[in-house]
């Protein structure tokens, strides 16, 4: 059974950064993309980007430049770290496999202070 945990979410102040942390366990990391993704109250589920099993990423417009994923296999997880926060980057982030989703977490929630 696939497990994903995300951790690593608090209020921080705009401006400031954060590192999650997604935890995989029930199946190995591998080669397998991994994403992230994030919930703002009252909105869709939107994706904020992905890291290959080589290592490479892409990112969400609206991030791009701000965030970067990066993986450990060794760990079995993967981070997202957030740089220059902004109000509108409030919400609740979670990680899953693009192209072959498992149940989502609990999720990790973030809140930007302005």
């Known amino acids: 059974q696939v497990q994903l945990v995300e951790s690593g979410g608090g209020l921080v102040q705009a401006g400031g950064s954060l590192t999650l942390s997604c935890a995989v366990s029930?199946?190995?990391?591998?080669?397998?993309?991994m994403g992230w993704y994030r919930q703002a109250p009252g909105k869709q589920r939107d994706w904020v980007g992905s890291?290959?099993?080589?290592?490479?990423?892409t990112y969400a417009d609206s991030v791009k430049g701000r965030f970067t994923i990066s993986r450990d296999n060794a760990k079995n997880t993967v981070a997202l770290q957030m740089n220059s926060l902004k109000a509108e980057d409030t919400a609740v982030y979670y990680c899953?496999?693009?192209?072959?989703?498992?149940?989502w977490g609990q999720g990790t929630q973030v809140t930007v202070s302005s």
């Open positions: 899953n496999f693009p192209l072959r989703p498992r149940s």
């Open positions: 029930g199946i190995i990391l591998g080669s397998n993309v």
């Open positions: 890291v290959y099993g080589d290592g490479s990423t």
